[in-house]
């Protein structure tokens, strides 16, 4: 069964630092979405991509957060310089949304725990 | 910002029990969808619900949607030890994004 694939699982970092995570979302799904999930809170959207355009970086904190979709395939989403607030779960979905129709359903990876220290 | 709000914010029940979530949102929407998320792990869609649906069934699921009160429910009948999760209501506002609510923890006791 295909899955959206996120690495790494887990990510340790000291305040300051640069980290990056990575997407690859299912095969033909032109949607991609990363989520940050802080524990006990629901997922925030970060930043929403059709193919390899920006649809939506609203909250999106700009100064130390970028996202990319070069190809319109995988997806990288980077922190730098990642602060103490910083830590939580990025969650990376992606849909293929039906021409002309309702919105569909969001498939989302198994996550990237990032601590900062 | 988060539209959707979960009620109870946790809620633990005998295996075997019924659980009964609720979801309240502010405007109105296209649809709503119901996820559910075991611990440290990615969110599960399990239904979706369009805006001109009553209730819809999927297995042990059954959702309903009220939309002149804006609230959704989420009953799981006949509760497994497996169904130990938080649940998220999630609604599209038909901007072509869906907005989580903070999620209720179940927790199904032995």
């Known amino acids: 069964e295909a899955e959206v694939a996120q690495s790494p699982r887990y990510k340790i970092t000291e305040k300051s630092q640069a980290v990056a995570f990575w997407c690859d979302p299912i095969s033909g799904h032109a949607t991609l979405y990363w989520y940050r999930q802080i524990l006990g809170q629901g997922p925030e959207l970060l930043v929403q991509f059709q193919d390899e355009s920006v649809v939506d970086d609203s909250q999106l904190p700009k100064d130390r957060f970028s996202a990319e979709r070069l190809k319109g395939v995988d997806s990288t989403l980077k922190i730098q310089p990642a602060e103490l607030g910083d830590s939580a779960m990025y969650l990376c979905a992606s849909s293929f949304p039906l021409a002309g129709g309702p919105y569909n359903e969001q498939f989302f990876g198994p996550g990237t725990r990032l601590t900062v220290l | 910002s988060q539209q959707g709000e979960e009620d109870p914010q946790a809620l633990s029940i005998q295996e075997g029990e019924n659980a009964t979530m609720n979801c309240s949102y502010k405007?109105?929407?296209?649809?709503l969808q119901w996820y559910r998320q075991n611990s440290g792990r990615g969110l599960v869609h399990l239904i979706l619900i369009r805006s001109n649906e009553r209730e819809k069934h999927s297995g042990r699921l059954r959702v309903t949607l009220d939309t002149s009160k804006k609230s959704s429910s989420l009953l799981i009948t006949a509760s497994r030890a497996a169904d130990t999760a938080s649940y998220f209501c999630a609604t599209d506002a038909g901007d072509d994004k869906i907005i989580f609510g903070k999620g209720t923890r179940l927790h199904i006791l032995p």
């Open positions: 405007t109105s929407i296209n649809n």
